[in-house]
Each structure stands twice: as C-alpha cells, then as structure tokens.
C-alpha cells in the first residue's frame, strides 16, 4: 500500500467523489430510455469487436449498463449497490475507492478483448463491490425476502461458490470476467486473508494439541458429594479413620458424615 499512498497524495484532489451514486444515475437513465428504445442497449454494450471499428465510447458506456429485470429488484440492487459502494468511500476514502473500481474496470476491459466479438458485461465489477463491503462487514445483515434476516457473509460465501462453478463450467469471457473481478478484490484484502489464514491455522494447532492431551487422574473423590482434586483442585480433601476402607471426603462434608461402616473398594486414580 506505500505506491497507493504516494498515489494518493499526487492524485488524490483528482479522485471523483460519490462515484457510486454516478453510476447508479447513468444506470436508471438507461433502464428508463430502453423502456422506450430497447435497441439501445446493443449501441452501449461492450463489444470489443465494434471498439476495434471506432465505437470507442463502448468502453465506458457499458458501465451505464443497468439490470434489465423486474423494477421492484432493480432497485433493490440499486440501493444495495449504494450502500456498499458509499460505505466502502467512507471506509477508504474517495482516492482507494476509485482506484478499487478502476483495477476492476481495467481488468474487466482487458479480459473483453480476449473473446472481441461478444458483449462484456458490468455484473462482475459491480459484484467486486459487493464482496469487498462483505469482507470488511461480514456481521452485517441483509433482510432475505425483506423478512428474513441472514448476515452478509453467508451471502458472500454463495457468491464466491457461484464463482467458482461459473470459472469451471462457464464460457471462456464469463471466466475471464470473474477472474477479472476479482483482480481489485485480491489487490486490496490479499494481505489480510493470508494473515486469517495464518491466525487460522495457529487456532487450529492450538485446538488440536488441547484435544490430544490425556486428562490427568484423579486422587481424591469425596463418597458424599463426588467432587475430585481434579475438578476442584483447591479443595482439601481428608480421610475419616472411624469409615471403613479408604473413604475420601472433601472440607465441607469431613466433619458432617455418616460414616461408613461396610468396606468400600478402593479408587486411587479417577477414570
């Protein structure tokens, strides 16, 4: 992070600040306008094939790019994709956070050119959003079906699974687009998931070497309330000479006893 401070302090009076609510405008004006003229969505999509051909503005229009769904879910993703994407501005400031949707835009850009004759979609990038704000908030909770609450996390968790099997069965741009996406997510939290890792792993050899110690025999047992020195170890045990065998008693209950009359046999050591 020393290149992005020295960045940040050349650069940073340069950075665009709500970012995220620019993009979500640019978004519903194309929902809005493809309501009317559904065709212009081919004419701002990024095809890296008419980019070729002199359409350049297909490199940033595609970020105008909208979830074509039902009204209701898309502003629900709109406002999801607020909540993060300023959270996240306010977490890093307007600087890293433009650098972190830069990194995934370059990537996203780069990867579309490999497979130039189909379209590249924005989902990914915006998605880099939504796992790095889980990352940093793995306890905050999302309303499932607005009733439901379940923490960020498990959401998070789905994602990357859905990730993975998109990088296995998907198409070759799909694939270049997830891996694409999740270029500025490793640029930033790679360090700390190495140090979760390596906390992990110190846990887990903590954990393991206290299940494999044997536990330690006891030596005393009170016949009356079946307390032992390893339970309670700084209790006083004594043994009654008027209680036949070998008959252990604790402090509370030496002097107050019915004493034992049969032979009883004898436990030097516990279990």
Known sequence: MNLLNRLERHLGPYAVANLT????????????AAQAKPELVEH???????VLTGEVWRLVSFLAMPPF?????????????????????????????????????????????????????NTFLEGSVFLAFAFLNPDFELYLFFILPVKIK??????????????????????????ASVCNFLAFFAKDILVRIQTGRRRMAIQAA???????????????????DRSHPRMDFRYCSKCSGSCAYCSEHLANHDHVLDVLPTDGAGP
């Open 21 to 32: 609510l620019f993009l979500i405008a640019c978004q519903v004006v194309v929902y809005l």
């Open 44 to 50: 701002i999509a990024l095809i890296p094939e008419k």
């Open 69 to 121: 769904t039902n009204v209701i879910f898309a502003f629900f993703f709109w406002y999801l994709f607020y909540l993060m994407g300023t959270a996240l501005e306010h977490f890093w400031g307007t600087f890293r956070y433009n650098v972190f949707l830069l990194l995934g835009y370059i990537a996203t850009v780069g990867v579309s050119f490999v497979v130039p004759d189909q379209p590249a979609s």
């Open 154 to 179: 498990w959401f998070a968790l789905v994602t990357w699974i859905g990730y993975g099997l998109l990088v296995l069965f998907g198409d070759w741009l799909t694939r270049l687009l997830v891996l």
């Open 210 to 228: 206290r299940m494999a110690e044997k536990p330690k025999p006891f030596f005393h047992r009170c016949v009356v309330c079946g307390i032992t």
